[in-house]
């Protein structure tokens, strides 16, 4: 209740702020909620819980009618400096920004200052989402409702400092120096992570590197037509012994296709497809899963209505089908719904 009373407090403050610098301040932000059930496998636990009934991913999977989060986004800027106080609250912000269950900020999923150095030089500090990756936290973000397995595994939040430069030719690049992957709301273990990324145009390479952890990150796209779209994603990470909590072995190698298609301006439609190998590619013991996951956006104004199809083909029985038994292939369908403003 605490928490919520404070997002509502704040609420009003930026309304009241906005008024008086409307052309600097800005006010943004989402709520979401779903309903999911699986098809080839029970919507309840069964088998008291030793195998999965859900995909292996973040957030959205609930069986049922399930609530997201609210989310409540407020920005200012003017020539030289900024910020950005982001604040989301609920299951989906739980799951997000603490994957581990520490409640520490646990209604803070971004804030950061930013001071304009120079023409082509910006400062950022504190709390802000990964750059690596297509996927974030916020739904309004994502194409998909549901997340991919690259999200799940990777990094979500940074805590640190980070220069963004204007380069000659269109290129762009981030340097940073954040907290350990391992600890992103304080640091009481000595050590830090280095990370950056080199942009041009729709390619983006990213690179982080923590005491016990490193990603890299590739994100391309281009357009087929003026309907069609193409987005790709390839993400390598190695973590030792498994040090990142709810991680699966010590590395993985994930290639995710995007492809979308708009039908009209209030109809599109979406695929991802995934593969993820958690372990060598070469190795043909290693645990795989591929995801196609099918979405459609249908937007009535604010609202986004997004039904989904996801089919979780895994190379082990790390399933269960509706006779209570070892499966290999998980099908779900998500309703979801997101509104913006």
């Known amino acids: 209740m605490k928490k ?19 052309s600097k301040f800005k006010f943004n932000g989402s709520v979401d909620a779903y309903w999911r059930s699986n098809i080839n496998a029970p919507n309840d636990e069964v088998n008291e819980g030793t195998l999965p009934y859900a995909p292996p991913s973040s957030f959205v999977n609930m069986p049922g009618f399930s609530l997201g989060m609210a989310n409540l986004v407020a920005s200012y800027e003017d020539d030289k400096v900024g910020f950005v106080a982001d604040l989301a609250y609920g299951p ?66 940074h805590n640190g400092l980070m220069l963004d430069f204007k380069l000659k030719n269109n290129w ?43 990603f890299i990150d590739i994100v391309t796209g281009f357009d087929i037509s003026d309907k069609i779209q193409m987005g ?40 991802r497809l995934e593969y993820i190998a958690f372990g060598p590619v070469a190795d043909s013991d290693v645990l795989s899963v591929v995801t196609p996951t099918l979405t459609a956006n249908y937007q009535v104004g604010g609202l986004t209505i997004k039904p989904e199809f996801r089919l979780d083909s895994s190379s082990q029985d790390i ?12 099908s779900s369908f998500v309703l979801g719904a997101v509104y913006s403003f």
């Open 4 to 22: 919520i009373l404070t997002l509502i407090a704040l609420s009003v403050l930026t309304l009241s702020f906005g008024q008086d610098e409307e």
């Open 92 to 157: 989906r912000a739980d799951q997000a920004i603490n994957p581990n269950g520490a409640t520490n900020n646990a209604a803070i999923n971004q804030m950061y200052m930013f001071w304009k150095v120079t023409e082509n030089t910006t400062a950022t500090m504190g709390r802000f989402n990964t750059f690596l990756g297509i996927e974030r936290i916020s739904p309004v973000e994502n194409f998909n409702y549901s997340m991919s397995h690259a999200f799940t595994f990777g990094p979500r939040n």
């Open 172 to 214: 762009t690049m981030k340097l940073a120096v954040m907290n350990p992957m391992e600890v992103t709301d304080f640091n009481n273990t000595g050590h830090y992570s280095v990370g950056g990324q080199i942009i041009n145009g729709n390619f983006k390479f990213g690179y982080v590197r923590s005491q016990r952890s490193s």
């Open 232 to 271: 790709l994603n390839a993400q390598f990470a190695n973590y030792e012994n498994g040090v990142l909590e709810g991680r699966i072995g010590d590395e993985y190698t994930s290639l995710s296709i995007y492809p979308q298609y708009t039908a009209s301006e209030s109809m599109s439609w979406g695929v």
């Open 319 to 330: 399933f269960i089908n509706n006779d209570g038994n070892g499966s290999g292939t998980l």
